[in-house]
């Protein structure tokens, strides 16, 4: 083995990449080939046939652009709730916290290590009409006598935010961390009010931070639909919850192909418009 | 109100408010980081504390007394036992396999300069700006359309989770490599070691603990999976589909007793870390 790599430099990275990025191109790029095939059928459960049937995508739209638009508010209003409860908890770890530095960046990962399911179940006993919290907003009046947290909008949202929060506050972690503590001294020795640092030297020091933060929460957060499922309604279905249940329940695979395309499309337009504005280098890294 | 003009009164002696006003204006950050904290650690107690509740019917919902027979008779619910088996299957094999791929891809992309570099970061990073419905429908369009040749069940899930777990291993690896001391390698290389030996003896050892945090991270994203196992499972239940599906009736207490037990194997072993990332720093210091 040594001796044929040493023969043929040039082969080694090639040799390094095939297994991977054939199983990369095999099981992510092809099948999204087959995605697009899928939503271009017609007929019904079990004989379809590819048609060219690009009505699937209109009439899809047409029927479920309330959880399409749905999906993208909640997902959002939760990115936009992550980084306000996020970025002052990055900043005290970055800055003041020290030797507890590590134990605390265990605590925003700790979430992880509870299954998805189960955490997000969890919140069914919190937010309980019977539960404490229930029982304490009903005894100050911000709920009514027969109020409930539970299968409304604010529990879905609240349990988006709680379940990608770790995804926003780890990047403005790391981003925060780099920055050099002496820039901020400069800021000060300058006169500059702490707000006035705070807002033009260490924010714009952390947009890589908000950017890969706001990237990877809203992007899984508007494919979601376990809050939805679990915490929700109906009422609070987003667009996973329908493309989940056509292809396994319904077994309309023609209209889930199409409007996972439609969901994937709209997140690269969103992207690309997010890349014009924050410019492509933050992006990408 | 009165407090402020107390206050004004009595200059040398603030009251116990203003004190506590003070406190918490100087310490805000830090009493907000705690309070952040309780909140991303509430559900997980939550977890736990319902792990040893004894309900008084089916549901788990409220709390009625303590007991320690769920965590006794944690297997006594028909199919938890099977599923966590089926997960922690998956798991091991998709992350062996995953994690040989992830290396491999990261040491190409650090080390070698070739044709397709661009092209192959990006095939990297899109599995992970992808959200996971499109990922998992995708993939069952692929084996759905393959007129039988694949039958949804225990190697599909393996082919699915391998895929999405690539991508964080060669994230996980590429950063350690990027800031690796390549003077070691090419020490060996001048004493006469090939590519091959180099790679065994110098690279491998030194890039172990990267190689065990990606393994890791792989492990927990398979075990913790739902949406994309769930799409492309067939009849195979994982833990995550078992408690989704007996989520629909009511979740039992022996639940809680596998997620807590896997929190609590996480959690040791992310505390055992940090200790020991603790006595390093603490040691580096002491040398100098």
Not at chain 1, 48 to 69: C, G, P, R, V
Not at chain 1, 156 to 169: K, L
Not at chain 2, 270 to 287: D, F, I, P, S
Request: net charge positive.
């Amino acid at each position: 083995m040594g001796e044929f790599l040493h023969r043929h430099k040039g082969l080694t990275p090639y040799l390094l990449l095939a297994p991977g990025m054939l199983w990369l191109a095999l099981f992510f790029l092809v099948p999204m080939g087959f995605l697009g095939y899928q939503s271009l059928q017609s007929g019904l459960f079990p004989h379809f046939q590819f048609t060219w049937e690009f009505s699937n995508f209109s009439t899809a739209l047409s029927d479920y652009h309330t959880q399409l638009i749905r999906s993208f508010v909640y997902a959002g209003i939760a990115t936009v709730a992550c980084l306000v409860l996020a970025y002052p908890l990055a900043y005290w770890i970055a800055f003041r916290a020290g030797p507890w530095r590590n134990l605390f960046l265990l605590f925003i990962v700790a979430p992880f290590f509870v299954t998805y399911l189960v955490r997000t179940l969890a919140w069914l006993n919190i937010l309980a009409d019977q539960g404490p919290v229930v029982r304490i907003l009903r005894d100050i009046h911000v709920l009514g006598p027969n109020g409930r947290l539970l299968a409304t909008t604010f529990a879905v949202v609240a349990g988006i935010t709680y379940n990608f929060f770790p995804f926003m506050a780890l990047p403005l972690y790391v981003s925060l961390e780099q920055i050099d503590p002496r820039l901020l001294e400069a800021a000060k020795d300058l006169y500059s009010s702490p707000t006035k640092a705070f807002l033009r030297v260490t924010v714009p020091l952390s947009m890589p931070g908000i950017v890969a933060g706001t990237l990877l929460t809203f992007i899984p957060a508007a494919g979601d639909f376990i809050n939805a499922a679990l915490l929700g309604t109906p009422n609070q279905s987003m667009i996973g919850n329908v493309i989940q249940a056509k292809f396994l329940e319904s077994l309309d695979y023609p209209t889930a192909a199409s409007l996972s395309f439609i969901l994937m499309g709209t997140i690269l337009i969103m992207l690309l418009i997010y890349a014009k504005v924050v410019g492509s280098e933050k992006l990408t890294g | 109100m009165t407090t402020a003009v107390e206050t004004l009164a009595r200059p040398p002696r603030p009251s116990v408010a203003t004190r506590a006003w003070r406190f918490v204006a100087r310490h805000a950050l830090t009493v907000y980081a705690i309070l952040a904290v309780g909140y991303l650690m509430l559900p997980i107690a939550v977890v736990i504390m319902f792990s040893f509740n004894n309900p008084p019917g089916k549901f788990n919902y409220v709390w009625h007394a303590f007991t320690f027979d769920n965590w006794l008779h944690w297997n006594s619910v028909l199919g938890i036992q099977s599923a966590l088996v089926k997960s922690l299957e998956v798991a091991t094999l998709a992350t062996l396999v995953a994690t040989a791929l992830g290396v491999m891809i990261a040491l190409a992309i650090v080390r070698h300069r070739f044709h397709g570099r661009g092209t192959t970061n990006l095939v990297v990073f899109l599995p992970m700006s992808t959200p996971e419905i499109v990922m998992g429908s995708s993939l069952l369009t692929l084996f759905l359309n393959s007129h039988g040749t694949i039958q949804l069940g225990f190697w599909t899930i393996f082919i699915a989770h391998v895929m999405f777990i690539i991508s964080f291993v060669v994230v996980t690896v590429k950063a350690r490599l990027i800031g690796f001391d390549r003077h070691l390698e090419e020490a060996a290389m001048d004493l006469g070691a090939n590519e091959w030996t180099t790679f065994q003896k110098v690279t491998l050892p030194l890039l172990a603990p990267a190689i065990l945090a990606a393994a890791l991270l792989g492990f927990a994203l398979s075990i913790d999976d739902f949406v994309i196992t769930y799409l492309n499972a067939g009849p195979v239940q994982t833990f995550p589909i078992f408690v989704w599906g007996i989520a629909r009736v009511a979740v039992p207490p022996q639940v809680n007793v596998v997620a807590s037990a896997i929190f609590l194997v996480a959690i040791i072993l992310g505390l055992a870390n940090v200790v020991w990332q603790y006595r390093a720093a603490k040691a580096t210091r002491g040398a100098t």
